[in-house]
């Protein structure tokens, strides 16, 4: 919908991927909530809002984004801090497309509280998923948060996250769309 010029013949599917081997081995033992990213009243109204009423939100830990550097990327960190939290507020922003956190999350064994878009279909991981509305109250957010904490299964999550893991491998996913590539090509030929 954000390139409607664009002929959906001409369109193949992808996702932001991960390194299957960044993930951190499943643990049962975690903490509430982990809410993190930039906030921008602009781009992400909703994580900018709870980021700043965190501590109305159960159990819920606010990580700042760290910044783009020169330095490489905090991503093995990132993923080793999701793994030792059971929910995960991984809002979209104002286009509502899938954000790389939504599958990381998952893979690290977290239930995910999301803003994204209903449409916005994620395979193998959209049950995973308790979507609210960017429009959402705190006070909502937080009896949201607190039912998340309280029913996390670990075995549910653990079936989740070897899900995220498989399909979303950076190696099974691209390969998967040079396929596809591929496939488009030879039917213009």
Known sequence: HMASWIRPEHCIRTYHSLNSEDVPVFASERRG?????AISEHFYPLRTRLARN???????VYLQ????NANGH??????????KYKVAICTASIFGYTLRKLIE???CGCRVITDLPYDEVM??????????????????????????INSYDPDLQRR??????????????????????????RSYE
């Open 33 to 37: 909530c982990l809410l993190s990213g």
């Open 54 to 60: 965190h501590q109305r939100l159960p159990e819920t």
């Open 65 to 68: 984004h760290p910044g783009y």
């Open 74 to 83: 905090k991503t093995p960190g990132f993923l080793k801090t999701l793994s």
């Open 105 to 107: 999350a998952t893979a």
């Open 123 to 148: 395979p193998e991981i959209d049950g995973n998923f308790i979507r609210v509305e960017p429009s959402s109250p705190v006070s909502y957010i937080a009896d949201v948060v607190s039912e998340a």
């Open 160 to 185: 989740f996250a070897k899900r995220a893991i498989a399909f979303y491998d950076y190696r099974s996913l691209y390969g998967q769309l040079a396929y596809d590539i591929a496939s488009m090509r």
